[in-house]
């Protein structure tokens, strides 16, 4: 069973950054393609950057030039770098696959963007 644990949150002001990181087991980050999603309140999760096999990154257009996403394939690893953050970029974050089938949620991590 894949376990996912997400961590790095926190309160941070506008401008600022935050690194959000994704312990996983039982799935290869290598291998499989993985994403960082958010969700805020009332709104749906989604997706916001993803890493495919090839190393290959995407972004969705609110945080392109602002998050990367990265991956340590030795430790099981994925990251996402956060900077110049906004207010609109509060949220739970998620990591999980990209894939059609995701595993198991984990709790995510709260990101708050607030002066």
């Known amino acids: 069973q894949v376990q996912l644990v997400e961590s790095g949150g926190g309160l941070v002001q506008p401008g600022g950054s935050l690194t959000l990181s994704c312990a996983v087991s039982g799935s290869s980050v290598r291998v499989n393609a993985m994403g960082w999603f958010r969700q805020a309140p009332g709104q749906q999760r989604n997706l916001v950057a993803a890493?495919?096999?090839?190393?290959?990154?995407n972004y969705a257009d609110s945080v392109m030039g602002r998050f990367t996403i990265s991956r340590d394939n030795a430790k099981n690893m994925v990251y996402l770098q956060m900077n110049s953050l906004k207010p609109d970029d509060t949220a739970v974050y998620y990591c999980?696959?990209?894939?059609?089938?995701?595993?198991?949620w984990g709790q995510g991590t709260q990101v708050t963007v607030s002066s």
């Open positions: 890493i495919i096999r090839s190393g290959t990154t």
């Open positions: 999980n696959t990209i894939a059609a089938v995701k595993y198991r």
